[in-house]
């Protein structure tokens, strides 16, 4: 007998727990069955997605960041280009808009997080991609890179609607390289930079948020607070974001990061998602509510961790533990911490870095002992560490291999509470 | 932490005013409590908000954010906002006695 692993999702997630449990199967049976593993995703088009936020700024091009998914995946993964209808939880069978059945014996949900444009009014109204862009995915981002060069001074506002959104970070980060962009042209002087955010601070977490507030003031960004928008009126001279309490965020050019749901079939599976289409999943073993043999990881789940790759990064090596105890029936023992990392570019050459779990918020210090790299502080070294990480993400991350110092748990040494 | 009275009832508050134990809350304190946020008549789609939010965290052991109340109250998220102008989640939670939103991360 075989018994079917089927991956939903050939993203980080997806690729690297397929990579990792077929490695494990390739030396050992389940159950004296032999596994076979399938990935299915609608296109053979895995992007590099922290490499988004240079794509405006000329620092790296859409050829540069996307490969093909297959490629990714170790020979004898089987892959299969087709949408998904919905998942039959009662019949363990995914139906895929191809027409085709997979019967699973094991499902793993890795379908990520999509932008729901729809959910603000007039966000794709006139104006768009004109005057009104997001960088979160590629005709935004590279059609962003049009404006910015074309951009004589002005209004900029980047917005962030609401919460959760992948990668946190990343409107800031797109903030500071506007500031270090806007310098090089010689026109600094000429833009108003506003960041406008749902959140009552700069970031999510108390002592992050301080230090990323403070670098905002220090690079002339305004911020504004609270704030909800309801409308984007993106075209005429009064352009301009409207909050559902009333305030109006004036501008020339706006950088939006639209709502994220689950993906749509997830929707139109029955009890697999909650009301915005992502997973509810147990933080620790990542087994799914729905049922015992599915799984979720990365960005498609209800986890209260960050939507962002180290997360799921992270969330791997737990997950094919988990994956690996439930087929050969001994009990869920693994868990995830909620451990995430990342850089934040800061321009000019330099990157913050913060790391955290679920109870420990990012703090400064070093990581991932004393002698690392500096924590919540900027330096010429983690904007290396960042821009190295691209390759790393090609070659060890997705691939499925383990990188001394850098595993699931969140490391303490280095890192001085305040 | 701490204690407060509304409507003869002695309840206690956390640090950002909202209820530690829903269970003390009733719907005359949620009236003084809607009144001296500037609300003065609750009406019956502030009470359809209010009791959504109170099954939902008793079913899920937190209250809805703005957007799943939009997308799941009957209440559009525009009408929220006139209804609790200061913020829908965070003052429809303190009058529901309920703790505030976690929202998201």
Not at chain 1, 340 to 350: H, R
Not at chain 2, 47 to 67: A, H
Request: charged letters at 25%; glycine letters at 10%; hydrophobic letters at 40%.
């Amino acid at each position: 007998m075989t018994k079917q692993i089927v991956i939903l999702g050939g993203g980080t997630g997806g690729t690297l727990v397929a990579n990792r449990l077929h490695k494990h199967f390739k030396h050992h049976r389940a159950d004296h069955d032999t596994v076979q593993i399938t990935v299915v995703d609608r296109d053979d088009h895995h992007m590099y997605q922290p490499g988004l936020l240079f794509v405006p700024f000329g620092l790296a091009q859409h050829s540069e960041i996307v490969r093909p998914r297959k490629a990714q995946l170790h020979s004898g993964v089987e892959f299969v280009e087709s949408g998904i209808d919905h998942v039959d939880k009662d019949r363990d069978t995914v139906v895929l808009e191809n027409g085709r059945e997979l019967a699973y014996d094991v499902l793993v949900i890795a379908t990520g997080a999509q932008l729901a444009f729809d959910e603000t009014e007039g966000l794709t109204g006139p104006g768009w991609n004109e005057h009104v862009f997001t960088f979160y995915d590629i005709i935004g981002a590279t059609g962003l890179e049009t404006a910015l060069s074309e951009f004589e001074g002005g209004k900029l506002v980047v917005n962030v609607v609401d919460m959760p959104i992948k990668c946190p970070v990343a409107p800031l980060e797109f903030c500071f390289l506007a500031d270090w962009y806007f310098t090089e042209r010689g026109i600094r002087d000429k833009v108003e930079i506003t960041y406008a955010t749902p959140l009552d601070g700069a970031f999510t977490k108390p002592v992050a948020s301080a230090a990323l507030s403070d670098l905002l003031e220090e690079k002339g960004i305004h911020l504004v607070t609270e704030f909800n928008t309801g409308e984007v009126v993106g075209d005429g001279d009064d352009r301009k974001l409207i909050g559902y309490d009333g305030r109006e965020v004036p501008f020339d050019l706006a950088v939006i990061i639209p709502m994220h749901s689950g993906a749509d079939y997830v929707g139109r599976s029955e009890g697999l998602g909650d009301d915005l289409n992502f997973v509810p999943t147990n933080k620790a073993t990542l087994q799914t509510e729905a049922k015992t043999n599915i799984f979720a990881i990365g960005d498609a789940t209800n986890v209260p961790a960050s939507k962002a790759g180290s997360v799921t990064h992270f969330e791997g090596e737990v997950l094919v533990d988990s994956i690996i105890r439930f087929i050969e029936h001994r009990e869920l023992q693994s868990t995830y911490d909620g451990h995430a990392n990342c850089f934040i570019e800061t321009g000019f050459g330099k990157a913050l870095l913060i790391d955290f779990n679920y109870t420990t918020e990012p703090l400064p210090g070093h990581f991932p002992t004393k002698v690392g790299m500096p924590l919540l502080k900027e330096s010429r070294m983690n904007h290396l560490g960042k821009l190295m990480f691209q390759w790393f993400y090609w070659h060890a991350l997705l691939p499925g291999r383990d990188v001394p110092g850098i595993g699931a748990d969140m490391p303490e040494h280095g890192k001085e509470h305040v | 932490m701490s204690t407060a009275t509304y409507a003869g009832v002695s309840v206690e508050l956390n640090d950002e005013g909202f209820f530690v134990d829903p269970n003390q809350w009733t719907k005359d304190i949620a009236v003084e409590l809607a009144k001296a946020d500037g609300i003065e008549e609750l009406t019956s789609q502030h009470w359809t908000v209010l009791e959504f939010m109170r099954k939902e965290y008793f079913e899920k052991g937190t209250g809805p954010t703005v957007r799943v109340l939009g997308k799941t109250s009957g209440v559009s998220v525009k009408d929220l906002y006139l209804l609790f102008p200061k913020g829908p989640a965070k003052m429809a939670a303190r009058i529901a006695g309920i703790p505030k939103p976690k929202g998201c991360i």
